[in-house]
């Protein structure tokens, strides 16, 4: 079991930042792929970024290239998302997840936080 709790959203407007963060407990989160994740409201889950085990690779979608940045610290079992250039169609309940292997795949990814609400006024 990974337990991951999410913290760090909140109310920005457009064009600000914000830095969420992950925290792991459990087994060792050095091995775990993670990957940052998005709903918003009335619409399905996607992901936003993930990234590999060792923090040596990531991916990112297409609408949030060259504005948000994944990265871990393993020696703190943490994930990071850093928001850069937020827009209102950022607005989501962000969730953290882990996954066995790398993958771009929700299905693969095996335990889930709670969920941060990230909400940015125009």
């Known amino acids: 079991q990974v337990q991951l709790v999410e913290f760090g959203g909140g109310l920005v407007q457009t064009g600000a930042s914000l830095r969420l963060s992950c925290a792991a407990s459990?087994?060792?989160?050095?091995?775990?792929?993670m990957g940052w994740f998005r709903q918003a409201p009335g619409k399905g889950r996607e992901i936003v970024a993930a990234?590999?085990?060792?923090?040596?690779?990531?991916y990112y979608v297409d609408s949030v290239k060259g504005r948000f940045t994944i990265y871990r610290d393993n020696a703190k079992e943490s994930v990071y998302l850093q928001m850069n250039s937020l827009r209102p169609e950022d607005t989501a309940v962000y969730y953290c997840?882990?996954?066995?292997?790398?993958?771009?795949?929700?299905?693969?990814?095996?335990?889930w936080g709670q969920g941060t609400q990230v909400t940015v006024s125009s």
């Open positions: 990234i590999t085990s060792s923090g040596g690779g990531s």
């Open positions: 997840a882990a996954a066995p292997f790398y993958s771009h795949t929700e299905s693969l990814y095996d335990y």
């Open positions: 459990g087994r060792t989160f050095s091995s775990y792929a």
